[in-house]
């Protein structure tokens, strides 16, 4: 609770006391009308001035001229008629609990979101010849190398230079697992360094690194508005200055008629009281914004309450195979010597001094799988051959390392292989020696993933990739995927989405994606979702949701926690309109007194406030 929220409720305490102790003092006229003053103005001060403000800046058709002029007109039937003063106090008081209410669950979203993105640094350590100096972050320039200690947040991305630790990233991913680190890894800004301490050499600028960025997106989540908060706001607007017509039709029309002014002006006060969309204007962008802090929690960044909405409708999941369902880091599974001259070392070994050079992920699982680069053989005159793969000499024999199209170049029959992978061929000399074969194992969650996405109530799951018709098969089969298409270059995989869109009948369709590669697919599905994108630039600007980390599982969390949100939303609409509706037809048929009008303001914004906080909570 900040120092705001309880000197309000302070008032509140001592109005309610006041009001409670006037029951019981017996005094009338004048200082009746003081002493019952006091507790008005006390809990109702702010409104009135509000109102005021408003009138001075014609914006006066708000919440706080319809409760000052429900208040003060209590007060003025009050002193016609029997001066019970009490029903314009309580309406006033009511007001201000239920404001209370919403700010207290305002506040609680927001601390629930700051302590979850608690990864702005304070300060960065930077070493002197004076021992460590504490700068400001925004100060430290690219290259410099700054020292973490155990305990303290790592302001700026970069690379470890020296030292080796456990990080703690269950802010920016809702992964408690740590993760080990050592020299030469990178780090991102916002991980919390726990035991070991490390010297990190900044790779960006404070205002680029992952921390900064994903700040930026979640403060900047509030502005992106939802339809159903674009509607409640025009609704508002054109809402307000109907009841208050109705309001004042209903304290003139009749009595002109019957000669009744009192019944009829009190009728009249009845109808704004309850006439009041407090709950409306309230609950529902409290709903969504809540609904990003609960997803927040769980490492899943939605960029606004827009793209809330919209995942809460995705009828159809469209996914990049390559680091979204499969691990995206390729593995030798199998080496076949076709050539007696070479038995499977052999072949690893020539391969791997072959790939030596290359950053292609084939090129480091064959050194990975051979990692002693470091003997005796002496690897030159190395060429990469596009759309083919490698040449090079190696200890004075032209070893070629590519696909069959080069075999067949290269004059070498290549041999086919049974097991379904990346096969990777090598001849030494013109002759076929043999073939690795390498191979993208499907996550561990991958299965689940899909089957969770249609419990979620998605109707269609796709895969595009660019992988092998065989690969494609294998991966979608293992997956119950009865839909993909395989062997697609990044211009294909447009043209594909671009056809499921167009047969896309209801529903929205979202794309999954690492958000880099993908990027021109992520901005044309009607939601992009980018997997794993922990310390990726590329996937926080391209995707419209940032899942942290790569768990396949978060996507059909992310369509849970959006069709809750969605869910509360409906219902408080439907809630509050339904009372109001009921109480305003009550109230302008006397059948509803001001206490019956302070439960359809007041009592249904609480209820509502309270309805929307369980968006915070994400669901099972």
Request: glycine content about 8%; hydrophobic content about 45%; proline content about 3%.
């Amino acid at each position: 609770m900040n120092a705001k929220q309880r000197r309000n409720l302070i008032r509140i305490l001592i109005a309610a006391s006041l009001l409670i102790a006037l029951n019981f003092v017996d005094v009338s006229g004048g200082a009746r009308f003081v002493l019952y003053l006091v507790p008005y103005v006390v809990v109702g001060y702010d409104i009135v001035l509000k109102a005021a403000y408003g009138l001075k800046n014609r914006r006066p058709l708000d919440e706080s001229l319809l409760m000052t002029i429900a208040t003060l007109g209590a007060f003025a039937l009050a002193i016609y008629e029997d001066g019970d003063y009490t029903e314009a106090i309580a309406v006033m008081l009511f007001y201000q609990i239920g404001e209370w209410f919403q700010s207290y669950a305002v506040g609680r979203s927001r601390k629930n979101i700051s302590e979850l993105m608690d990864i702005r640094p304070d300060y960065a350590n930077v070493e002197t010849d004076d021992g460590l100096e504490q700068v400001d972050p925004d100060e430290v320039e690219v290259g410099t190398v700054i020292v973490v200690q155990p305990g303290e947040k790592i302001p700026i991305d970069g690379v470890i230079v020296e030292g080796n630790s456990t990080l703690n990233t269950v802010a920016l991913t809702g992964e408690s697992l740590p993760r080990e680190v050592s020299a030469g890894a990178e780090v991102i800004s916002g991980c919390i360094n726990l035991n070991g301490v490390l010297k990190i050499r900044t790779t960006k600028e404070f205002g680029d690194s992952t921390a900064s960025k994903i700040l930026e997106l979640v403060e900047d989540a509030s502005s992106r508005k939802s339809k159903s908060e674009d509607f409640i706001a025009k609704f508002a607007r054109v809402y307000t200055p109907v009841v208050v017509a109705c309001a004042v039709a209903l304290a003139v029309i009749p009595p002109l008629i019957s000669g009744d002014w009192s019944t009829w002006l009190y009728r009249a006060l009845i109808f704004l009281v309850i006439s009041c969309p407090c709950a409306l204007v309230i609950s529902i962008p409290l709903s969504f914004f809540a609904g990003i802090g609960g997803a927040s929690r769980e490492g899943i960044l939605i960029k606004g309450s827009n793209f809330l909405e919209t995942l809460a409708n995705v009828k159809t999941v469209v996914m990049d195979k390559t680091g979204t369902l499969t691990q995206g880091s390729f593995d030798v599974d199998a080496v076949h010597s076709k050539n007696l001259n070479f038995d499977a070392e052999k072949l690893l070994h020539l391969a791997a001094h072959v790939e030596r050079y290359s950053t292609h992920p084939i090129a480091n699982s064959l050194r990975k799988a051979y990692p002693d680069e470091r003997d005796d053989c002496t690897v030159e005159a190395v060429e990469e051959i596009a759309g083919r793969g490698i040449r090079a000499k190696v200890n004075g024999q032209i070893v070629c390392v590519g696909n069959e199209k080069f075999m067949a170049d290269v004059g070498a029959k290549s041999v086919h292989c049974h097991k379904v992978g990346t096969v990777i061929h090598i001849a030494v000399d013109g002759q076929y020696a043999g073939h690795v074969v390498i191979s993208d194992a499907v996550k561990p969650h991958a299965r689940q993933a899909v089957d969770d996405m249609k419990s979620a109530g998605v109707e269609s799951v796709f895969i595009l990739t660019g992988d092998s018709e065989k690969i494609a098969s294998k991966v979608a089969d293992e997956l119950g995927i009865k839909n993909y298409r395989s062997e697609l270059l990044p211009a294909d995989k447009v043209a594909e989405f671009e056809k499921i869109l167009s047969a896309q009948t209801g529903g929205k369709v979202a794309f999954v994606g690492d958000g880099i590669n993908d990027a021109p697919v992520l901005g044309r599905a009607d939601v992009g979702i980018a997997m794993g994108a922990l310390g990726s630039d590329a996937a926080i600007e391209a995707a419209d949701v940032v899942l942290m980390d790569d768990d396949p599982l978060k996507i059909s969390r992310a369509i849970k926690i959006s069709r809750k949100c969605l869910g509360i939303v409906k219902q408080n609409i439907c809630f509050a309109v339904g009372v109001k509706v009921l109480c305003l037809i009550l109230g302008a048929a006397g059948l509803a007194n001001m206490w019956a009008a302070i439960f359809a303001d007041v009592g249904v914004m609480i209820l509502a406030v309270l309805n929307a906080m369980r968006t915070l909570i994400a669901p099972k």
